[in-house]
């Protein structure tokens, strides 16, 4: 375990962030943080504002990409004649039990 600096939270749950942290990732009063809990442990991330729309479109495939997930490489049409046909049987199921 990395022991950094060790601080404590004040009566509202708020902690500061030390100036040589927010220094070295360009920490401000403008900069949006993101704030993640995961496990047993608290993750703080500066967000990169992106101010031009080609700058917004390649950040919008970059987060694409990542999260393509179960669909990649996916044949829709195929898919959708299988999602198709559990709904049809779903119902004559349905149909049945009346």
């Given at each position: 375990?990395?022991i950094?600096i060790?601080?404590?939270?004040n009566?509202?749950?708020?902690?500061?962030?030390?100036?040589?942290i927010?220094?070295?990732?360009g920490?401000n009063?403008?900069?949006?943080l993101?704030?993640?809990?995961k496990d047993?442990?608290?993750?703080?991330?500066?967000?990169?504002i992106?101010?031009?729309?080609?700058?917004?479109?390649?950040?919008?495939?970059k987060?694409l990409?990542k999260?393509q997930?179960?669909?990649?490489?996916?044949d829709?049409?195929e898919?959708?004649?299988?999602?198709?046909?559990i709904?049809l049987?779903a119902?004559?199921?349905?149909?049945k039990?009346?």
């Amino acid at each position: 375990m990395n022991i950094g600096i060790i601080t404590q939270t004040n009566e509202k749950g708020q902690i500061v962030i030390p100036k040589k942290i927010r220094d070295t990732l360009g920490i401000n009063k403008n900069v949006p943080l993101n704030i993640v809990q995961k496990d047993k442990g608290i993750y703080i991330h500066p967000v990169e504002i992106i101010q031009s729309q080609e700058e917004k479109n390649k950040a919008f495939l970059k987060i694409l990409e990542k999260t393509q997930g179960g669909w990649a490489g996916d044949d829709w049409p195929e898919t959708e004649k299988r999602r198709r046909k559990i709904e049809l049987e779903a119902a004559k199921r349905r149909r049945k039990a009346w």
